[in-house]
């Protein structure tokens, strides 16, 4: 019997960022009251002996895999994290359920103002496409002309479509409970968990998979990477007229991770754990948010 829960993306409340912080600093060891309220509240200095202990108590005290020790540090619980992780990694692959997700943009940095101007997400489990959704996104802001050449997306084409944060709950829907993945998983990830967040107030988490870093590590023969030489080389559907554009590239990007995953089964790559060992070089690692992004993708780039 699978566990209730299995790899993918969830939402998070905002108000996760500091127990998210306090287990990331437990991580590393114990530490005392002081120290994880300022890491908890993102200070600079310590906060006073007898503050921080009322408040690492009131939301540290429930949590089950919290704990304060005689010396009066608090330590976290692993064994119940180590079990879920073990669970977690048994999981065969058919049996989880993939996002594979493609966004056009007005530009590359969500963080100084660009938006997305389109977004397709197509899902796949059982070695099947099971679904595709589409849409143009109006970015509220100029499209660069240099952009609108590249994907063939202008001004006209967006200014009555729906804003983001009107997509927004059907772009959650569709990636809650999926592994989330895209080619060069970085910057899809990096404008959707920032598009969510400003629509919502929520944050994205869970696990990724990059198809540029599968492909170096499956097809190394490779001379490129990029979506077009991989998916020539899995005889991936991507006609000239629809690069460039979410759905297309992300069919293109569907049919490239059944292709990746088949490869990986020939080589006993079966399960969520033995995949993503092999797809970070070490244990299965999740998006951790609001910091950056794991550094098994965070150089995945589109290129060579």
């Not at 998210?20 to 300022?38: F, I, S, T, W």
């Not at 629509?199 to 590590?217: D, F, M, N, P």
């Not at 490239?256 to 993503?276: H, N, Y």
Request: proline residues 8%; contains cysteine; aromatic residues 4%.
């Amino acid at each position: 019997m699978l566990p209730e829960r299995l790899p993918g993306l969830r939402v998070a409340p905002l108000t996760e960022g500091p127990l998210r912080a306090a287990r990331e600093r437990l991580a590393r060891g114990p530490a005392d009251a002081r120290e994880l309220a300022r890491v908890m509240l993102g200070l600079h200095a310590d906060p006073p002996h007898g503050v921080a202990e009322r408040l690492v108590r009131r939301e540290l005290g429930p949590l089950a895999d919290m704990r304060q020790g005689p010396d009066g540090r608090w330590r976290l619980e692993r064994r119940e994290a180590e079990r879920m992780e073990a669970t977690l990694a048994t999981l065969p692959l058919d049996a989880l359920r993939y996002a594979v997700v493609d966004v056009e943009t007005t530009g590359g940095r969500p963080e100084t103002g660009d938006r997305v101007t389109e977004i397709a997400i197509v899902t796949v489990q059982g070695g099947c496409i099971t679904g595709e959704w589409s849409t143009l996104v109006n970015p509220q802001r100029r499209i660069p002309p240099m952009i609108s050449a590249i994907t063939r997306i202008t001004d006209d084409m967006v200014r009555t479509q729906p804003r983001f944060a009107e997509v927004a709950p059907e772009v959650v829907r569709r990636l809650e409970g999926h592994v989330f993945v895209a080619h060069n998983a970085s910057f899809d990830w990096r404008f959707v968990r920032h598009e969510v967040r400003r629509a919502t107030g929520h944050e994205l988490e869970g696990e990724s998979l990059c198809t540029v870093r599968l492909a170096r590590k499956l097809v190394p023969e490779l001379p490129r990477r990029n979506l077009d030489s991989v998916a020539r080389h899995y005889a991936a559907d991507l006609p000239p007229d629809v690069r460039h554009r979410a759905g297309g590239d992300a069919r293109a990007t569907a049919q490239v991770l059944l292709g990746l995953l088949r490869d990986a089964a020939r080589r006993d790559i079966t399960t969520w754990g033995a995949l993503a060992a092999f797809h970070h070089g070490g244990t299965a690692r999740r998006r951790r948010t609001p910091s950056a992004l794991p550094r098994a993708v965070r150089d995945a780039g589109d290129a060579p």
